[in-house]
């Protein structure tokens, strides 16, 4: 898949295409939804396919201090555009130049004069523009000017309401990585590279793979049943702690795999970990007897929940 910036011009051969736009981190079912239709309508009229997303995300340009809240990196959502059947990822570099242009002045040079877009696909509830000012409304009249249509898609909805990234944010912040996963259609995952650590895990019988959380929203600290992404596409499965690790000082915080018959140097490779099932709180332990005997527990719990990737 192509990887456009808003920075550089577009190719040619991607001029007049129809745009899905929004933020879409996450890509759930409703994201999922408004790509679907914006594919839909280019393959209808022989057009390319584009998503359009914002990175940073306009939380971090205003709230720079907020918590750490992304449920997917700009690769993982690329290649999770992709397998949808985009054609490209436009990436919106939002600044603060952006920030301040209103929306009929941002529609006008973004996606009219610099992608040429024939059509744009939002959510019902989608805005732009300083101050926010832009909808799907103003969107369509400013594209009614300009030889640009513009459709919308409503909420997808389930039987506790419409499906949202502050939904799934709540849910991975109680542990419920199930209902997560139904709303994204697959188990949040946390993708980075493993780090050299204090080695200790090594040492008990149970090594793990340190991974730096970066803007990743953080889940309930505790012990998961995970699966394993490896450098080489293997999955494998395993039991991770995430959290500050209260048995040992200094407090520290890390997301930390243990993959079940691995062996093998990950050391600066990219991995990608996914959460299935939560399986108790992070707790600190009297003795590394306790731990390494709870360690147990928790590993062969992990295995019973996920021999079907076995």
């Known amino acids: 898949m192509i990887r456009l910036d808003n920075r550089l011009p577009v190719p040619d051969s991607l001029r007049g295409a129809v745009l899905a736009l ?100 939002t959510g019902d509830d989608f805005t732009f523009g300083k101050a926010r000012g832009g909808n799907p409304q103003v969107l369509s009249e400013i594209g009614a000017r300009n030889g640009m249509e513009g459709r919308t898609v409503g909420p997808v909805s389930d039987g506790e ?62 012990i998961y049943a995970v699966t394993g992404r490896m450098p080489d596409g293997r999955v494998v499965t395993g039991a991770a702690n995430i959290g500050i690790r209260p048995t040992f000082d200094p407090p520290k915080e890390l997301l930390e795999p243990h993959f079940f018959d691995f062996a093998g140097d990950l050391y600066g490779q990219e991995i990608e970990v996914a959460f299935h099932h939560f399986l108790r709180p992070e707790a600190k332990f009297d003795s590394l007897d306790a731990l390494i005997d709870q360690m147990g527990r928790d590993c062969d719990r992990a295995k019973e929940l996920l021999a079907k990737f076995v």
Not at 44 to 65: L, W
Not at 94 to 107: L, R
Not at 171 to 200: M, N, W, Y
């Open 22 to 121: 929004g933020n879409f981190d996450g890509f759930h079912q409703g994201h999922q939804a408004v790509v679907g239709e914006a594919i839909r309508w280019a393959r209808a009229e022989g057009r390319p396919a584009i998503v359009a997303t914002f990175d940073p995300h306009p939380v971090r340009h205003f709230k720079p201090d907020a918590e750490p809240f992304r449920l997917t990196t700009l690769d993982q959502r690329q290649e999770l555009f992709a397998a949808a059947g985009a054609d490209a990822m436009l990436v919106l570099h939002f600044d603060t130049a952006m920030a301040a242009m209103t929306a009929p002045a941002w529609a006008e040079e973004m996606l009219v004069r610099h992608m040429g877009a024939a059509g744009v696909v």
């Open 161 to 222: 309401g419409t499906i949202s990234s502050s939904r799934i944010r709540h849910a991975l912040k109680t542990g419920d990585c199930e209902t997560a996963a139904r709303l994204l259609t697959r188990p949040f995952s946390i993708r980075g590279r493993v780090q050299h650590g204090d080695k200790l895990g090594r040492t008990i019988g149970y090594p793990t793979a340190n991974i730096d959380m970066a803007t990743y929203l953080r889940p309930l600290y505790g």
